[in-house]
Structures are given as structure tokens and as C-alpha cells.
């Protein structure tokens, strides 16, 4: 049977390092299956984060071979197997041990963010209508299995720590996500501007080609949401309106 | 001594999927300081994973659609060994539930003038299922999330519970540990919701994840609260085959629903030649019939690929044994054929099923548009849980409340797909009002030390041997002889077989040792989750050899009929005075003449 060789890093928080193992491979096998299989033949502690394994529940997010990926969505056939793949924890976030990162502090963030605050009910019912069309441009971003790892790839978080003055790709998807809501009538636009640091991304576009759902992050999120802000903040005219009020 | 932390909470929830989150959401609603406890991060749960929809009868796609025709559904569909308040209570609330999300944020897809839409579904009469594309779960668990974050409910992410405490009757906490860090905590309670999920983790093929050890239902059965109808466990029948690596992943009914149809190696749909005869009235006679059902003709009966999730998966079991199969062992799945009846059929399924797309194309290689899967039954849901009061969800423990997946009652004997996601909102809800309200109404709780400390030790325990086995060879091994002998098709002989196999397996697990530390350390967990996992495993196996019939999700070779005679009592299995199991047969709940009447109208 054919074998092929892992190269994961091992360690927590204080040290750590690369360590090699050698894995029989099956047809259709994953990275996810490869670390599966180590723990359960040759490093039982090998720490992992996995859920569903089909690609929905964002939590097995890692570097393999350098690229952020899900470990359940990377076929063994798509790598080159003559040298050994290597996997890492994301670099964005601290190590908790061996492949886990601590990742809670996207969800710190994400609760900083104001609440959806629909419109009054349409229908006497209590019910609302909304046309297909315009639910459709905010479910892109409601596909979002957060994974994270959009802001692993992030240059503000991954090589400048900005953690406290950005929120980060996944947070301004939110965002967009609840801005675009057809029902939704808070504005977060200030706070985007002011505390979450929007300004800071320039458009590099390295979350979108991370995204394991397609989503087009900066063109569809990003750029709309800086464009909303530039209108309510930087508007000459609307500059112009405010002195004279 | 062993370290630990303490937690105060008026209750506790334990499990943050669709459950868990509601419990949570409404106990806090109600004043009470909630706590939830989830073995993953928030948002991951299995609810994440649900495809196909929310059954409601909201009626948006056909009017003739209410709760009574749902409360209906579900009982055939249930073989009647529902508890039918249970069923009444969904059917009626489940519309009520569905709006809720919508005014919390929810964007499910839309009828044309611009309400809920709503899908086809197994064993449901009309439309009925309100859906996200094939992404159901994951809009439902987010909304849920994206809400509760915002309730002032404190959340213990990646925290596994070991153990219920009790102070004399009633429960009073809850004892576990930190997953990241290895750290003891206690979770003193004044109630305690249980929201854990299913038991997939005991099967081999099976769409569940890792989490699923029926940790909810072997904590409370050590409490003293009493398992029900462990005996049906439901096989999908659309989980994938090949490659290996994915055997197990679900393939969304929502396929079928969309007009995907069953073929043998022969290229038969051999749904047409078994049809039940409880379903006889309600199916398509012909193919053309069938497609003009999924594409909302009124006139039309479902077609038989539409059936019920125990008769279709048994029936794809008979075509493999049979010679009939496809290559790796399942049966074709075609939603391809569809470009013979539309134009921009391609599209057409990529829009409707984009999960099912790019998990084809992603995992197997096949491209769903234009060639058909290759499917087989997986290990899906547990219709079987805690015994619950059907309208507080409270067990017979006081204190102690279930909800979900990990609670029995309401589904009975089959589960109608769909009617889980309205499952989880329904009751979720309930079981947290009804906790928030006993922890109001009764004092705070005490619990012993001595108890506590003897649960941290006894799991310290896997890191003091030095010379057992691993724990993972006998996850391994148990889940290989539950598919086995406790699987889709069971017999008398191998259910006692897989008995004494238990036993061993338990001999087994007691001596499992584990290497390393106690920060995030999956051995050290997989050991930790073996006792669940074999105590819900015996219980399965018990009530399946209590069961002398077949009927729903439960198939006996050596009885292969119904049994009338066993129509009349649900099987309870629970803890006896000696530590043994004891299995009892409990008579069904009396119906009102209001529901039976229902019933009668609805054959």
C-alpha cells in the first residue's frame, strides 16, 4: 500500500516543533484522515479540532503546506506527495496545543457588534415579506462557516496584530451580512469607521481566495461596506450640509 | 485533592445546538442565570450539519396545509408509538417557532410573493419544509448564536461534563472538565437542561461527528431518570460511499424532494415495487406522477422515493444483499435525470442543492449535474432518549430537563426528516421556560464534595496505567460490532451476542490508558467518552431484544412483522438498585378524542 509522509507541528504555547510520521493512504483520502489516523495509531495526544467533516462547520481550519485550508476538504490527490506535507496551526491566533488555536477571541468581537433590529412587521400576522432577490446578496454571506480562516490570512492580524483596532474579514462579513438585511434598521456604520477599523484593510483580497464557501469577501463585503462609510463620513456635500445646520 | 473551579447558574445547560441555544435563550427570557456548557466551540453542533429544512405548517406553498395534517404526519410517520401531546404540542408551536428566527434574523428562501417557502419533504403531505437552499442547519444554529450572544448567557466553549450531582431527589449540577486547558470545574445548578444529540458515535457508518457519544442520556440514566424507545435508531438512507474517507456523510433528503430518484445497478426504481400499505393511498403509481409532485402539482401523490426514512433505507439494504447494488455497496442517486424535464437543469440543482454540489464534486469527484451518487444508509438520528413530561420536558428526575435529539417522545418509532429542526425550537423552548420556572419556584441546591473529588479522580484515572491498550482501538471495535449486531437489519441470537461483546468492551475500557498531558488531549477525551458510549449501546441493544417485532426504524429478521400486540407500549430502560440494567415495557400514553379523531380523519 502506498504511504506518505506528515510533517505536523507538536507543541503548545511555550515550545513546540516539526514532527514526522508515515501514514498508509487510501483512495480519497483527506488531511483530516491523515491526522485521524496518526492519533489513532501513533500519537494519541495529538491535538485537532474537527467536526462534521463534510466541510460545514468551519472547524478544522489549519496551514498545509503554507495554505489555509479546512484538513477536511484537502484531498491527499491534490498535494504533492513526493515530500512531506506539512500542517500547521494558524498563525493569527495563539497556540493552544499541537493544531488548536485559541480562536475565542472572533467571538469576543463578533459580540461587539450591534444586533440585528428588524422593521416592523409587514403582515398583520407579524410576518414579513421580502423578495427573493434581495435575500439572495446577503445569504452569500450567510453561507459563512467560520472557519476563520480569512482572518488567518489577514496581513493587519497575521503580521501586524492590529487584533484590537480591526475586526477582521469574517466580522466585516457580518457586519455586511446585517447591514444588507433587508429587515435590518440599525446603523453600524460609525463604529465601523471609528472602533473596527475598517480603513485598515486595502483591498489585498487574500481573505477571498482563502475562503472555503466562495464568498467574495472584499468585493462583495468589504468594498460595499467602506463605500457606505465614505458616503455617511466623507461626502463634500453632505460635509458641506452638516457645517450649515 | 483535585483542583477545580465553581459556577453558580440557576440553570444549566448542557449542549449548544439548536436545543441547547433555544433552552438557553428562553430560560434567560424567564430571569434566570443561564449557563451553557458544549464540548466544541459555539456554532459547530450538529444542528450545523442539517440540510433539508424546518417542518412547519405555516402553509405559505399550500394552504390546505395546518397543524393538524403535521400532527398526523407525524404519527404515521411515528408508527404511533409517539407520544401524541409531544406530536400536538410540535405541530401546533413549530409555525410560531419558525417566524421567531425570521424576527431574529433569519433569511430562509422565498415564495413569490414574498413569504417562507417551502419544500417537499418524506412522509409529509404538502410543502412544508421552510429551507436555506440545502443549508438549513447552519442558518438556524447562526440565528440561534448570533442571538443568545447577545441574552447575558455565559458559555463554556470546548467543556466536556462527566457527571450529574444531585442534592437528595433533585439534580443540582453538573461536574466536568475544560477540553483546552485539562481543567476541573463544577457547575452547580438550581436545574439542568440537557441538549447533548444523538448517539452516532456508537456506529461505524454514520453522518454524526465525534461529539455524539450520547453523553445527555447516559448522565441522566446514572441519575436515576429512565431511558425510552432506545430501541429505534434511524439509518438515512442517503449517507455517501466512496471513497472511504467520506462513508457516512449525509446526502440530504431535500435531493428527492427536488425530484432525485433511487436506481438499482439495473437501473430499476425499485421503490415502485414496495410500497407500504399504510402509504398506499398517498404514493405516486407512476414515475411522471412523482415528478409532477416534486415540482408542486396539487393533483399528483409523492413519489415512493418519498417514503419514510426506516422503509427506504431498508429497501436500499435489500437491493445490495440482493446483487443489485452499486459498486462500493449502495444504490445510484440521480438528480442528473432532471435535464430530460427542465431547461437549465445544471443550474437549476446547483442553486437548489449547493452543499450537496460541492460535496460531491469536492470529496468523491462527481459531478451531481451530470452523473449520479452512489448512496447507502448511515447512522443518523437517535429516536430514542430521556423520557420526558410532554409539556414541561422535565425527566423524572426533578430538576433534570431534556430537549432534542437526546430526549425521546415525540417521534416515536421513525423520525419524519424536518420534524427534528422543529424539534430542537419547540422544545428547547419549553424545556428552558420550564427550567427558568423550577429554579425560580425552588431553593438553592447543595452538592457533595466527596462525590465531586471521586469524579475527578476517577477520570484522572486513563493517565495512572501505564500498561492498557489505547482508547481509540476500542471506540473502534465497539462501533464495528454495533454496526454489526445492532445495526439496520437485527436478529434475536446477535443482540445477545453483542451483549456479552459489550461486556467485554466495558472490561476493555477500564483498563485504557493515555499518554501525554491533560491539555487538549483527544486519547484522554476519546477514553473519557467510552463509558457513554457503552452504556448507551446496551440500552440499544436491550430494548431491540424486548422488541419481538419489526415496525419503523427497528427491523427484526427473526420477526420481520408488526406485531399489534406491541403497538400498545413504549420500552423503558433504567438504572436498577443492584447498578444492573433493567428494561420494562411502559403502556402508551392515552390520546384525546380530539387527536384520535384527527388521526381517523386523516387515514
Not at chain 2, 446514572?222 to 446526502?251: C, K, N
Request: glycine share 10%; net charge neutral; aromatic share 8%.
Amino acid at each position: 500500500m502506498a504511504t506518505a509522509k506528515f510533517r505536523i507541528w507538536r507543541g503548545d504555547a511555550r515550545s513546540g516543533k516539526f514532527q514526522d510520521y508515515t501514514v498508509e493512504i487510501s483512495a480519497g483520502m483527506v488531511v483530516l484522515d491523515a491526522v485521524h489516523e496518526i492519533q489513532a495509531t501513533q500519537a494519541q495526544d495529538l491535538g485537532v479540532r474537527w467536526n462534521c467533516k463534510a466541510g460545514k462547520c468551519g472547524s478544522c481550519s489549519a496551514e498545509i503546506n503554507g495554505h489555509p485550508r479546512l484538513m477536511c476538504m484537502t484531498r491527499l490527490s491534490q498535494l504533492p506527495l513526493e515530500q512531506p506535507v506539512t500542517i500547521e496551526p494558524m498563525r493569527a491566533f495563539p497556540l493552544v496545543k499541537d493544531l488548536v488555536t485559541d480562536v475565542s477571541w472572533n467571538f469576543r468581537v463578533k459580540e461587539k457588534i450591534r444586533p440585528f433590529r428588524p422593521r416592523p412587521a409587514d403582515a398583520a400576522d407579524g410576518t414579513w415579506r421580502m423578495d427573493q432577490s434581495d435575500v439572495d446578496r446577503v445569504q452569500e454571506f450567510r453561507k459563512c462557516i467560520e472557519c476563520f480562516l480569512c482572518q488567518d490570512v489577514c496581513h493587519v492580524l497575521r503580521e501586524h496584530h492590529l487584533h484590537e483596532q480591526f475586526i477582521g474579514p469574517r466580522i466585516l462579513v457580518h457586519s455586511a451580512a446585517l447591514e444588507m438585511h433587508p429587515l435590518d434598521t440599525e446603523n453600524r456604520l460609525g463604529d465601523l469607521k471609528r472602533t473596527q477599523g475598517i480603513g485598515y484593510c486595502n483591498i489585498t483580497k487574500c481573505c477571498t481566495k482563502v475562503c472555503p464557501e466562495e464568498i467574495k469577501i472584499t468585493d462583495n463585503a468589504i468594498i460595499p461596506l467602506k463605500e457606505r462609510v465614505v458616503d455617511e463620513f466623507y461626502d463634500p456635500l453632505t460635509r458641506l450640509f452638516r457645517v450649515f445646520r | 485533592m483535585v483542583g477545580y473551579e465553581t459556577h453558580d447558574y440557576d440553570v444549566l445547560v448542557i449542549g449548544a445546538g439548536g436545543a441547547g441555544l433555544r433552552a438557553a435563550i428562553e430560560a434567560s427570557a424567564g430571569g434566570a442565570a443561564v449557563g451553557v456548557v458544549t464540548k466544541s466551540l459555539l456554532g459547530k453542533a450538529h444542528t450545523v450539519m442539517a440540510e433539508g429544512g424546518i417542518a412547519a405548517a405555516l402553509g405559505n406553498v399550500d394552504d390546505r396545509d395546518n397543524w393538524k395534517v403535521h400532527f398526523a404526519d407525524t404519527m404515521r410517520g411515528g408508527q404511533y408509538l409517539n407520544n401524541p401531546r409531544m406530536a400536538e404540542l410540535h405541530a401546533r408551536e413549530a409555525p410560531a417557532r419558525v417566524r421567531e428566527l425570521e424576527a431574529w434574523g433569519a433569511l430562509f428562501d422565498r415564495t413569490r410573493d414574498g413569504r417562507i417557502l417551502q419544500r417537499n419533504f418524506g412522509g409529509h403531505k404538502y410543502p412544508r419544509l421552510a429551507h436555506v437552499g440545502d443549508r438549513t442547519g447552519l442558518e438556524m444554529i447562526r440565528t440561534l448564536q448570533d442571538h443568545g450572544v447577545h441574552q447575558g448567557i455565559d458559555v463554556h466553549m470546548e467543556h466536556t461534563i462527566l457527571t450529574l450531582l444531585k442534592d437528595g431527589e433533585r439534580v443540582a449540577g453538573a461536574f466536568g472538565y475544560d477540553r483546552q486547558r485539562g481543567r476541573f470545574k463544577l457547575f452547580r445548578a438550581r436545574a439542568v437542561v440537557l441538549a447533548t444529540g444523538g448517539i452516532g458515535r456508537a456506529y461505524q457508518v454514520t453522518s454524526n461527528s465525534w461529539e455524539y457519544t450520547g453523553d445527555g442520556l447516559s448522565l441522566a440514566y446514572h441519575v436515576g431518570a429512565t431511558l425510552m424507545d432506545m430501541e429505534f435508531v434511524q439509518f438515512h438512507p442517503t449517507g455517501m460511499v466512496w471513497p472511504p474517507s467520506v462513508r457516512g456523510i449525509l446526502v440530504t433528503e431535500g435531493v428527492r424532494g427536488e425530484g432525485g430518484v433511487l436506481k438499482n445497478s439495473q437501473g430499476r426504481r425499485f421503490l415502485f415495487d414496495d410500497i407500504p400499505p399504510l402509504y398506499k393511498e398517498q404514493t405516486a403509481t407512476d414515475p411522471d406522477e412523482g415528478w409532477r409532485y416534486t415540482q408542486g402539482d396539487k393533483s399528483a401523490r409523492r413519489p415512493p422515493e418519498l417514503l419514510t426514512r426506516d422503509h427506504v433505507a431498508r429497501c436500499i439494504v435489500r437491493e445490495v444483499r440482493e446483487g443489485r447494488g452499486s459498486p462500493h455497496g449502495g444504490v445510484y442517486l440521480d438528480i442528473a435525470w432532471i435535464k430530460e424535464k427542465l431547461p437549465n437543469a445544471a443550474e437549476h440543482i446547483k442553486k437548489k442543492l449547493p452543499s450537496m454540489y460541492h460535496q460531491f464534486k469536492q470529496l468523491a469527484d462527481v459531478d451531481i449535474t451530470r452523473e449520479p451518487m452512489e448512496v447507502g444508509p448511515t447512522m443518523h438520528y437517535m429516536m430514542g432518549g430521556v423520557r420526558v413530561d410532554a409539556d414541561t420536558q422535565m425527566s423524572d428526575v426533578p430538576g433534570l430537563f431534556a430537549a432534542g435529539e437526546c430526549a425521546a417522545g415525540l417521534h416515536g418509532a421513525n423520525r419524519l426528516g424536518g420534524n427534528s429542526l422543529s424539534d430542537l425550537l419547540v422544545f428547547g423552548k419549553r424545556a428552558g421556560e420550564h427550567a427558568a420556572c423550577f429554579a425560580r419556584e425552588r431553593g438553592g441546591v447543595a452538592v457533595s464534595e466527596d462525590e465531586v473529588e471521586a469524579a475527578a479522580r476517577r477520570a484522572l484515572e486513563p493517565f495512572e496505567r501505564t500498561s492498557g491498550e489505547g482508547p481509540y482501538q476500542v471506540q473502534r471495535d465497539l462501533q464495528a460490532m454495533m454496526q454489526n449486531w445492532v445495526g439496520i437489519v437485527r436478529r434475536g441470537d446477535e443482540l445477545r451476542q453483542a451483549l456479552d461483546a459489550l461486556a467485554a468492551l466495558r472490561g476493555r475500557a477500564a483498563n485504557v490508558s493515555v499518554g501525554g498531558n491533560r491539555e487538549y488531549n483527544p486519547g484522554w477525551h476519546t477514553a473519557l467518552d467510552l463509558e457513554s458510549l457503552l452504556t448507551v449501546s446496551e440500552a440499544v441493544a436491550r430494548a431491540a431484544i424486548e422488541r419481538k417485532e419489526s415496525r419503523g426504524a427497528h427491523f427484526r429478521d427473526d420477526y420481520p412483522q408488526k406485531d399489534e400486540a406491541y403497538a400498545t407500549f413504549n420500552i423503558l430502560v433504567r438504572r436498577g438498585a443492584d447498578g444492573e440494567m433493567r428494561v420494562e415495557r411502559a403502556p402508551r400514553p392515552a390520546m384525546s378524542p380530539e387527536l384520535q379523531q384527527i388521526i381517523e380523519e386523516m387515514k
